[in-house]
Nanobody, 124 residues
Framework: VQLQASGGGLVQPGGSLRLSCVVSGRTDSPGVMAWFRQSPGQEREFVAA??????LYADPMKGRFTITRDAVKNTAYLQMNSLKPEDTAVYYC????????????????????WGQGTQVTVSS
């Protein structure tokens, strides 16, 4: 399975970006799609997760970020609004082929496949 992330860039505080993650290499779809982010010197941080049954967000992202998935295109999206300088990071998409309980969706170790990362910089 290959994950190709795109859509990062430089945006001013208060602006918006939409990240995309295209999944290829398998005929079955992942049970869980997620986004994580990592800043220099920091651990990889959970951002959001999607399954057919739930979406889950880290508290700082609630109300600002939205994760969706297009089954036809086998693509996951992360719509990011009201961006803040502290959102600056490399954003990674991740996929897990089987379902997992909600609490497990936050842990990077529970994901099977990772994209290459896309840089998001929020600065004036």
């Amino acid at each position: 399975v290959q994950l190709q992330a795109s859509g990062g860039g430089l945006v001013q505080p208060g602006g918006s970006l939409r990240l995309s993650c295209v999944v290829s290499g398998r005929t079955d779809s992942p049970g869980v799609m997620a986004w994580f982010r990592q800043s220099p010197g920091q651990e990889r941080e959970f951002v959001a997760a999607w399954t057919r049954f739930n979406t889950l967000y880290a508290d700082p992202m609630k109300g600002r970020f939205t994760i969706t998935r297009d089954a036809v295109k086998n693509t996951a999206y992360l719509q990011m609004n009201s961006l803040k300088p502290e959102d600056t990071a490399v954003y990674y998409c991740a996929a897990r082929m089987t379902r997992i309980v909600v609490s497990g969706q936050r842990l990077p170790s529970n994901y099977d496949y990772w994209g290459q990362g896309t840089q998001v910089t929020v600065s004036s």
